[in-house]
């Protein structure tokens, strides 16, 4: 139960569907509030399948190109620390003129701000990791972590509203700080697999 409480967790604070509310709310400001929640759910819904379909088959593509998980591990760790870096210093920036709101529920909403490759590497190497009751596991914690962000994607309005845009980058800030530590953490167990 408490690996099913720390995966959900960490994958939603990786596919980071607070800090995507700002933005969403400025790609469909020209959206009707129930064109904007359907929108919301669909992103939200193509992110959990994108994500839950790199856990299942990402390691049979990373021993197709004879890639091991200490590789992963470092590799996703570098990029997350990356990501969170890049969400505590410069943000996230997405123009707002976006010509056709409906191109942006795969992209970029889908791909690659709630599906990224924090998101997808730390599936595959928690699923990777797991025995098979583990696994359910990480599925339900996927599907788990895409509900909730589906359900905060649907409320953007009325959270933006409550907050204020100040508050949900605030908020932000603090889920990267908790990103560095996941990196950090997965950096040191892809040297400590390389050295032995």
Sequence with gaps: MQRFLTDTITIFFLMDSIGTIPIFMSLTKNVSPARRVRMGLYASLIA????????????????????????????????????????????????SDTPDTRSIVVSPLAIPMLAGPGSM?????????????????VVLAIIAASAVGAILLALAGEITKLLGKEALRGIERITAILLAIIAAQMI???IKAFFL
């Design 121 to 137: 590497s730390f599936a595959m190497i928690s699923f990777a990791n797991a025995d098979a009751v583990g696994r359910v596991g």
């Design 48 to 95: 959990g399948i994108i994500v839950l379909a790199f856990a299942l088959f990402g390691q049979a593509i990373l021993h197709q190109f004879g890639l091991s998980m200490g590789a992963l591990r470092l590799g996703g760790g570098l990029l997350l620390l990356y990501i969170s870096f890049e969400m505590i210093f410069a943000g996230q920036s997405m123009h």
């Design 188 to 190: 040191m167990l892809g």
